[in-house]
């Protein structure tokens, strides 16, 4: 199992960017990088996933470098409504525990 | 993307009593669910995964015979905590696995249980 590392909590400005490091050392071939995004009561919702190099969707990037060892998800210009826990998920469907890996999770705090 | 509906998105009920939780995929067949549960300020704790037509696998430590998982149906998924007590409170949440080989999970709502 992938197991992942994430900073516990990280503090913005509004109309700063946020990025926010998952390490996933031991990675397997299949897997896929996949981040969610959880407000207090309600169930995660996803972001944005990625296999290698960079994904930009409307909301954020997930920049993954060659080795595919860590993982950046960018948020641009945050705003107050982001504040939230954010996930790193890393896994396959098919392999094993793909749905296990929520680790701690990184709480971001965006203030005015 | 795909909608996962849970029912009811909160609950209280009597020490003892039990609860039905309902997990709904609405507009793609699901045959692997995920029921976590999450505790004030903590991550997800997966309990179990879900199959259609087959019995549920649990996670280590929980109990099978407390937390009863029907997967009846391509689309539903039930969780039933039987002989609720008040350390059952928490927060469940399910998912339902994308039928995509990317791993991608769709999550439902939530639902909050309170056991007076």
């Known amino acids: 199992l992938a197991k992942t590392t994430q900073p516990i909590s990280m503090d913005s400005y509004e109309g700063q960017e946020v990025n926010i490091t998952c390490s996933h050392n031991?990675?397997?071939?299949?897997?896929?990088i996949t981040w969610y995004q959880q407000f207090p009561s309600q169930g995660p919702r996803f972001i944005i996933q990625?296999?290698?190099t960079k994904v930009t969707n409307e909301v954020a990037s997930l920049f993954i470098p060659a080795d595919r060892k860590s993982s950046t998800l960018s948020l641009p210009r945050v705003s107050l409504s982001d504040t939230a826990v954010y996930y790193c998920?890393?896994?396959?469907?098919?392999?094993?525990?793909?749905?296990?890996?929520f680790g701690k999770g990184t709480s971001l705090l965006v203030t005015p | 993307g795909a909608v996962v509906s849970q029912h009811p998105s909160w609950v209280i009920c009597k020490s003892g009593t039990s609860v039905k939780i309902e997990c709904r995929s609405l507009?793609?067949?699901?045959?692997?669910m995920f029921w976590y549960r999450q505790f004030p300020k903590q991550s997800l704790m997966l309990m179990a995964t879900?199959?259609?037509?087959?019995?549920?696998?649990?996670e280590q430590g929980v109990e099978k015979d407390k937390f009863l998982i029907n997967h009846a149906s391509l689309t539903l998924s039930t969780l039933t905590v039987t002989s609720a007590h008040p350390e059952d409170s928490s927060f469940y949440i399910c998912?339902?696995?994308?039928?995509?080989?990317?791993?991608?999970?769709?999550f439902g709502e939530g639902s909050r249980l309170t056991v007076l």
């Open positions: 879900s199959n259609e037509g087959s019995k549920a696998t649990y």
């Open positions: 990625g296999y290698k």
């Open positions: 998912s339902a696995a994308g039928t995509g080989g990317t791993g991608e999970l769709f």
């Open positions: 507009d793609f067949q699901a045959t692997t």
């Open positions: 031991n990675i397997a071939t299949n897997d896929y």
């Open positions: 998920l890393v896994g396959s469907r098919g392999g094993s525990g793909y749905a296990l890996n």
